[in-house]
Structures are given as C-alpha cells and as structure tokens.
C-alpha cells in the first residue's frame, strides 16, 4: 500500500534504516522507516487516510509518524537535496537524494533502502557495501567524521554491538577512540544522549555494554567519578538478578529495567551529582523526578537497614512504603545483608499486597463519621493486618469495635 500511494503522487518510496536491517536479518521489526522522493508530509497524509491511521506531524524536521489500527508504525522523512542540509563530509559529485538520505545515516548496516513502488517493489538499494558489513557482523560507520558530526553515535554503535552480538570494526573503533580523546562530548550534551543511555540499558543485558563502555573510557563522560570497579560491577550483576525476579512475580505494575540500572550505576553519586547530572544530559523532568525520588528513597531506607532492621511487618512495610519497583529492586541489589534482603522480597512479595478488607462505606455502617479518623482507622487496620494480629474480616471488625 505504501508503494501504491506514492506512485500515484508519482513519488518514491523506500523502507530504509532499521527495518531493512532487521528484514535481512530475519528479525522482528514493528516499525518502518519510509523515505520518500517527494513530499513525504503530503504522502505520510495520504496513507493515514487510506489505512484509518493517524498521522502526527512534524514540520520542522518534514517528517511524520503514521500509527495503524493494527499497532504498526510508519515513520516517513523526506528525501531533500537541498545544499545547507549537506553533512560536512558528503563529497559533492553523483546526488541522488535517497543516496544522500542514507549516506547521512548512523552506520552501514542501517544505510539500505527497498524499493516500495510497485513497478520496482523489493529491490534492494545498497550504496555502501552494507550487505557485506551485516554478513560479517561488523559495525561501520559510513565515513570519518561521523563521531564527530554526531558523537551520541558512539553509544548506537555499542547498542548493536551487543544487541546483535556484532563487533565494531578496527577503523570504527579508532575513530571512536579518536572522538573520546579529543572529547568532543563537551560540546555535545542533551537529551539525545541520556536517550541512547537509556537505550543502552534497556536492552535485555546491559552489563557488557556497560563494561564496553567502562573500555572506551566513556563513563567519566557521563560523570567523572564513574568507575567500573568490582563493587560496581556487583551492583549491577545484582540488579539483573533482582529485575529476573520480579519478571518471575508477573506483577501488573510495570518496571523500568534502565532506571533500576541508572540507579546501580550512579550508587557512588551524591544527590547533588545526579542533579547536575540529569541537568547536563537534559533529562526529562518526569525521568529526572523518578531517578531523584526513587535514589533519595531507597537511600534513606538503606541507611536504616544497614543500622538495624525492623522489627516488626508494618515497621518493613512503612520503611518501604514510598518506593516503586524500580527503587525496591535497586535497593535490593545494593543490600549486602541476607537479612534486609529477605526483609525487602518480603515486602515485594506480601507485604505490598496488603489491605485491610473493610473500606470507609463499612465504617460508616458502624456509625462513625467521615473525616480524618477514616484514615487514622484505617492506618491501624493496616498494620494489625501486617502484624497477623487481625487476618480476616471478622477480625477486623473486633479490631475497629
Ligand atoms: P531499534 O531496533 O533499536 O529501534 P533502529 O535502527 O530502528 O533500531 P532507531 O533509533 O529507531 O533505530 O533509528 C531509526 C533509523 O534512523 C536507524 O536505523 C538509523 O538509520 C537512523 N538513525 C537513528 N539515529 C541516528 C543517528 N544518531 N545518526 C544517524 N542516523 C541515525
């Protein structure tokens, strides 16, 4: 379909990047990246409407996202030719713009396209030896300046390198090693970075990504006193174990593998760094509130633990009340005593599913008024409940008699 209604714009269309990657490799892709030789904002219209998608637009850049009934989308760019949009390395003889669509693309094995018309559909366009870069399970960038017109490449490179189990190649890697030398990250902060972070670790297994990192010299960048030092190390083998676990739990409430890893990884950072931190890489202020909130919390919970556990459930369950998955997990990584872990997967387990059974409309019924004391009641309900001293309703109508 796609083809079909850019060929009667009398467009070009070409699945490229990711898609046609994961195609050659006979992996699983939801996404298509479409370029179009054409209006793409017109096209990317068009199929919305052909399809009952939604589109959502964004001029600035020309491109457009459709979203499909069926969960799919498609992102659409367009091609352009135009002479300011030049990367600095482009050598300027033989332009087309798919060529130069690709050309400025992260790495070769991302740089293919697929014709989509219908009188051309399928055919592969590969410009820059990219099939022969897949075959051999190699990462390349497409020329020399690319670290340096884009270093948060450097972090994409990693990904797949070890997403894909492919290896960097010797070049690649120099002009990696050239780029953390001259440090050009200085003038390269943002959010784009802290997204390829937080792409980085939320793979299935960030650890040697992590470490490929630590090699690279690239975790002082994301703050100097980062080191990969065995009690780091630990910690975040320790998160993994933790996050397997709570995937065992099959719990409703969603957990974010990359902020259980980000809190392992910055345990050695002050509040004030991780603040400067989330301030430099312009992280979003709902990321930056969890990762703040979640590290003071689990923080303070720690510092209790390491003193004397509790002594009682509603003393655990209170300890650990304010946390999320993500705080629990990282807490439960960093805790070094069998006691406050099993205190913890207590918690997560059981205690957190705790509630009283009666509700404010039962204590109504028994005739008291509605106000705080709702709350206050209700509280103590609870922890009786904890502390096994009531365990059905029965008991717990005693309890509020
Ligand atoms: P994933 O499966 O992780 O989504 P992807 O290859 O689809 O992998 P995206 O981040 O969705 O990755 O990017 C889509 C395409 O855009 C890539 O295939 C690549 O060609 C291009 N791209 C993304 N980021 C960059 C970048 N920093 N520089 C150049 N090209 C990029």
């Known amino acids: 379909t796609i083809g079909e209604v850019a060929q009667e714009r009398k467009y070009r269309a070409f699945a490229v990047g990711g ?84 050309y400025r693309r992260d790495f070769t094995i991302n740089a293919m396209a697929i014709h989509l018309n219908p009188d051309t559909f399928g055919t592969l366009v590969d410009f820059f030896n990219s099939q022969n870069d897949l075959k051999d399970h190699k990462i390349r960038v497409l020329h020399n300046l690319s670290f340096v017109e884009d270093p948060t490449r450097i972090f994409r490179a990693i990904r797949f390198e070890q997403r894909m189990g492919f290896t960097i190649g010797q070049h690649t890697e120099r002009l990696i090693k050239n780029a953390v030398r001259m440090n050009l990250f200085d003038r390269f902060f943002g959010y784009r970075f802290f997204g390829e972070l937080k792409g980085i670790l939320s793979e299935e297994n960030p650890l040697p990504a992590i470490r490929r990192m630590a090699d690279l010299h690239l975790l002082p960048f994301l703050h100097p006193r980062l080191k990969l030092e065995p009690r780091l190390t630990k910690n975040l083998e320790e998160s993994q174990a933790a996050l397997a676990w709570y995937q065992l739990l099959y719990r409703d409430e969603p957990c974010r593998n990359w902020l259980v890893y980000l809190l392992a990884l910055t345990v050695n950072l002050k509040r004030s760094e991780l603040q400067d931190f989330c301030q430099r890489f312009e992280v979003p ?17 720690a510092t209790v633990l390491r003193r004397a556990l509790p002594d009682s459930n509603s ?27 099993k205190a913890i997967s207590l918690y997560v387990t059981e205690l957190s599913q705790v509630r009283p059974e009666l509700n404010g409309h039962d204590l109504k019924v028994l005739g008291y008024q509605p106000g705080p004391i709702f709350r206050q009641i209700l509280d103590q309900l609870l922890d009786a409940r904890l502390d096994g001293q009531v365990r059905n309703r029965e008991e717990e109508l005693v309890f509020v008699r």
């Open 285 to 301: 202020e709902r990321n930056r509130q969890q990762l703040l909130g979640e590290k003071t919390a689990a923080q303070q919970a």
């Open 19 to 102: 898609f046609v990657r994961d195609l050659l490799l006979q992996e699983k892709n939801f996404d298509i990246d479409v370029v179009i030789e054409g209006d793409g904002m017109v096209f990317a219209k068009a199929l919305a409407e052909r399809l009952k998608g939604r589109v959502r637009v964004h001029k600035k850049f020309k491109t457009a996202v459709v979203k499909l009934p069926d969960g799919l989308k498609v992102d659409v760019a367009t091609a352009r030719l135009e002479y300011y949009d030049y990367p600095a390395a482009m050598p300027t003889v033989e332009l087309s713009s798919l060529k130069l669509d690709l």
């Open 315 to 341: 003393g655990i369950y209170h300890l650990l009340a304010g946390l999320g998955p993500e705080g629990l997990l990282y807490l439960l990584a960093i805790s070094r005593k069998k006691a406050a872990k």
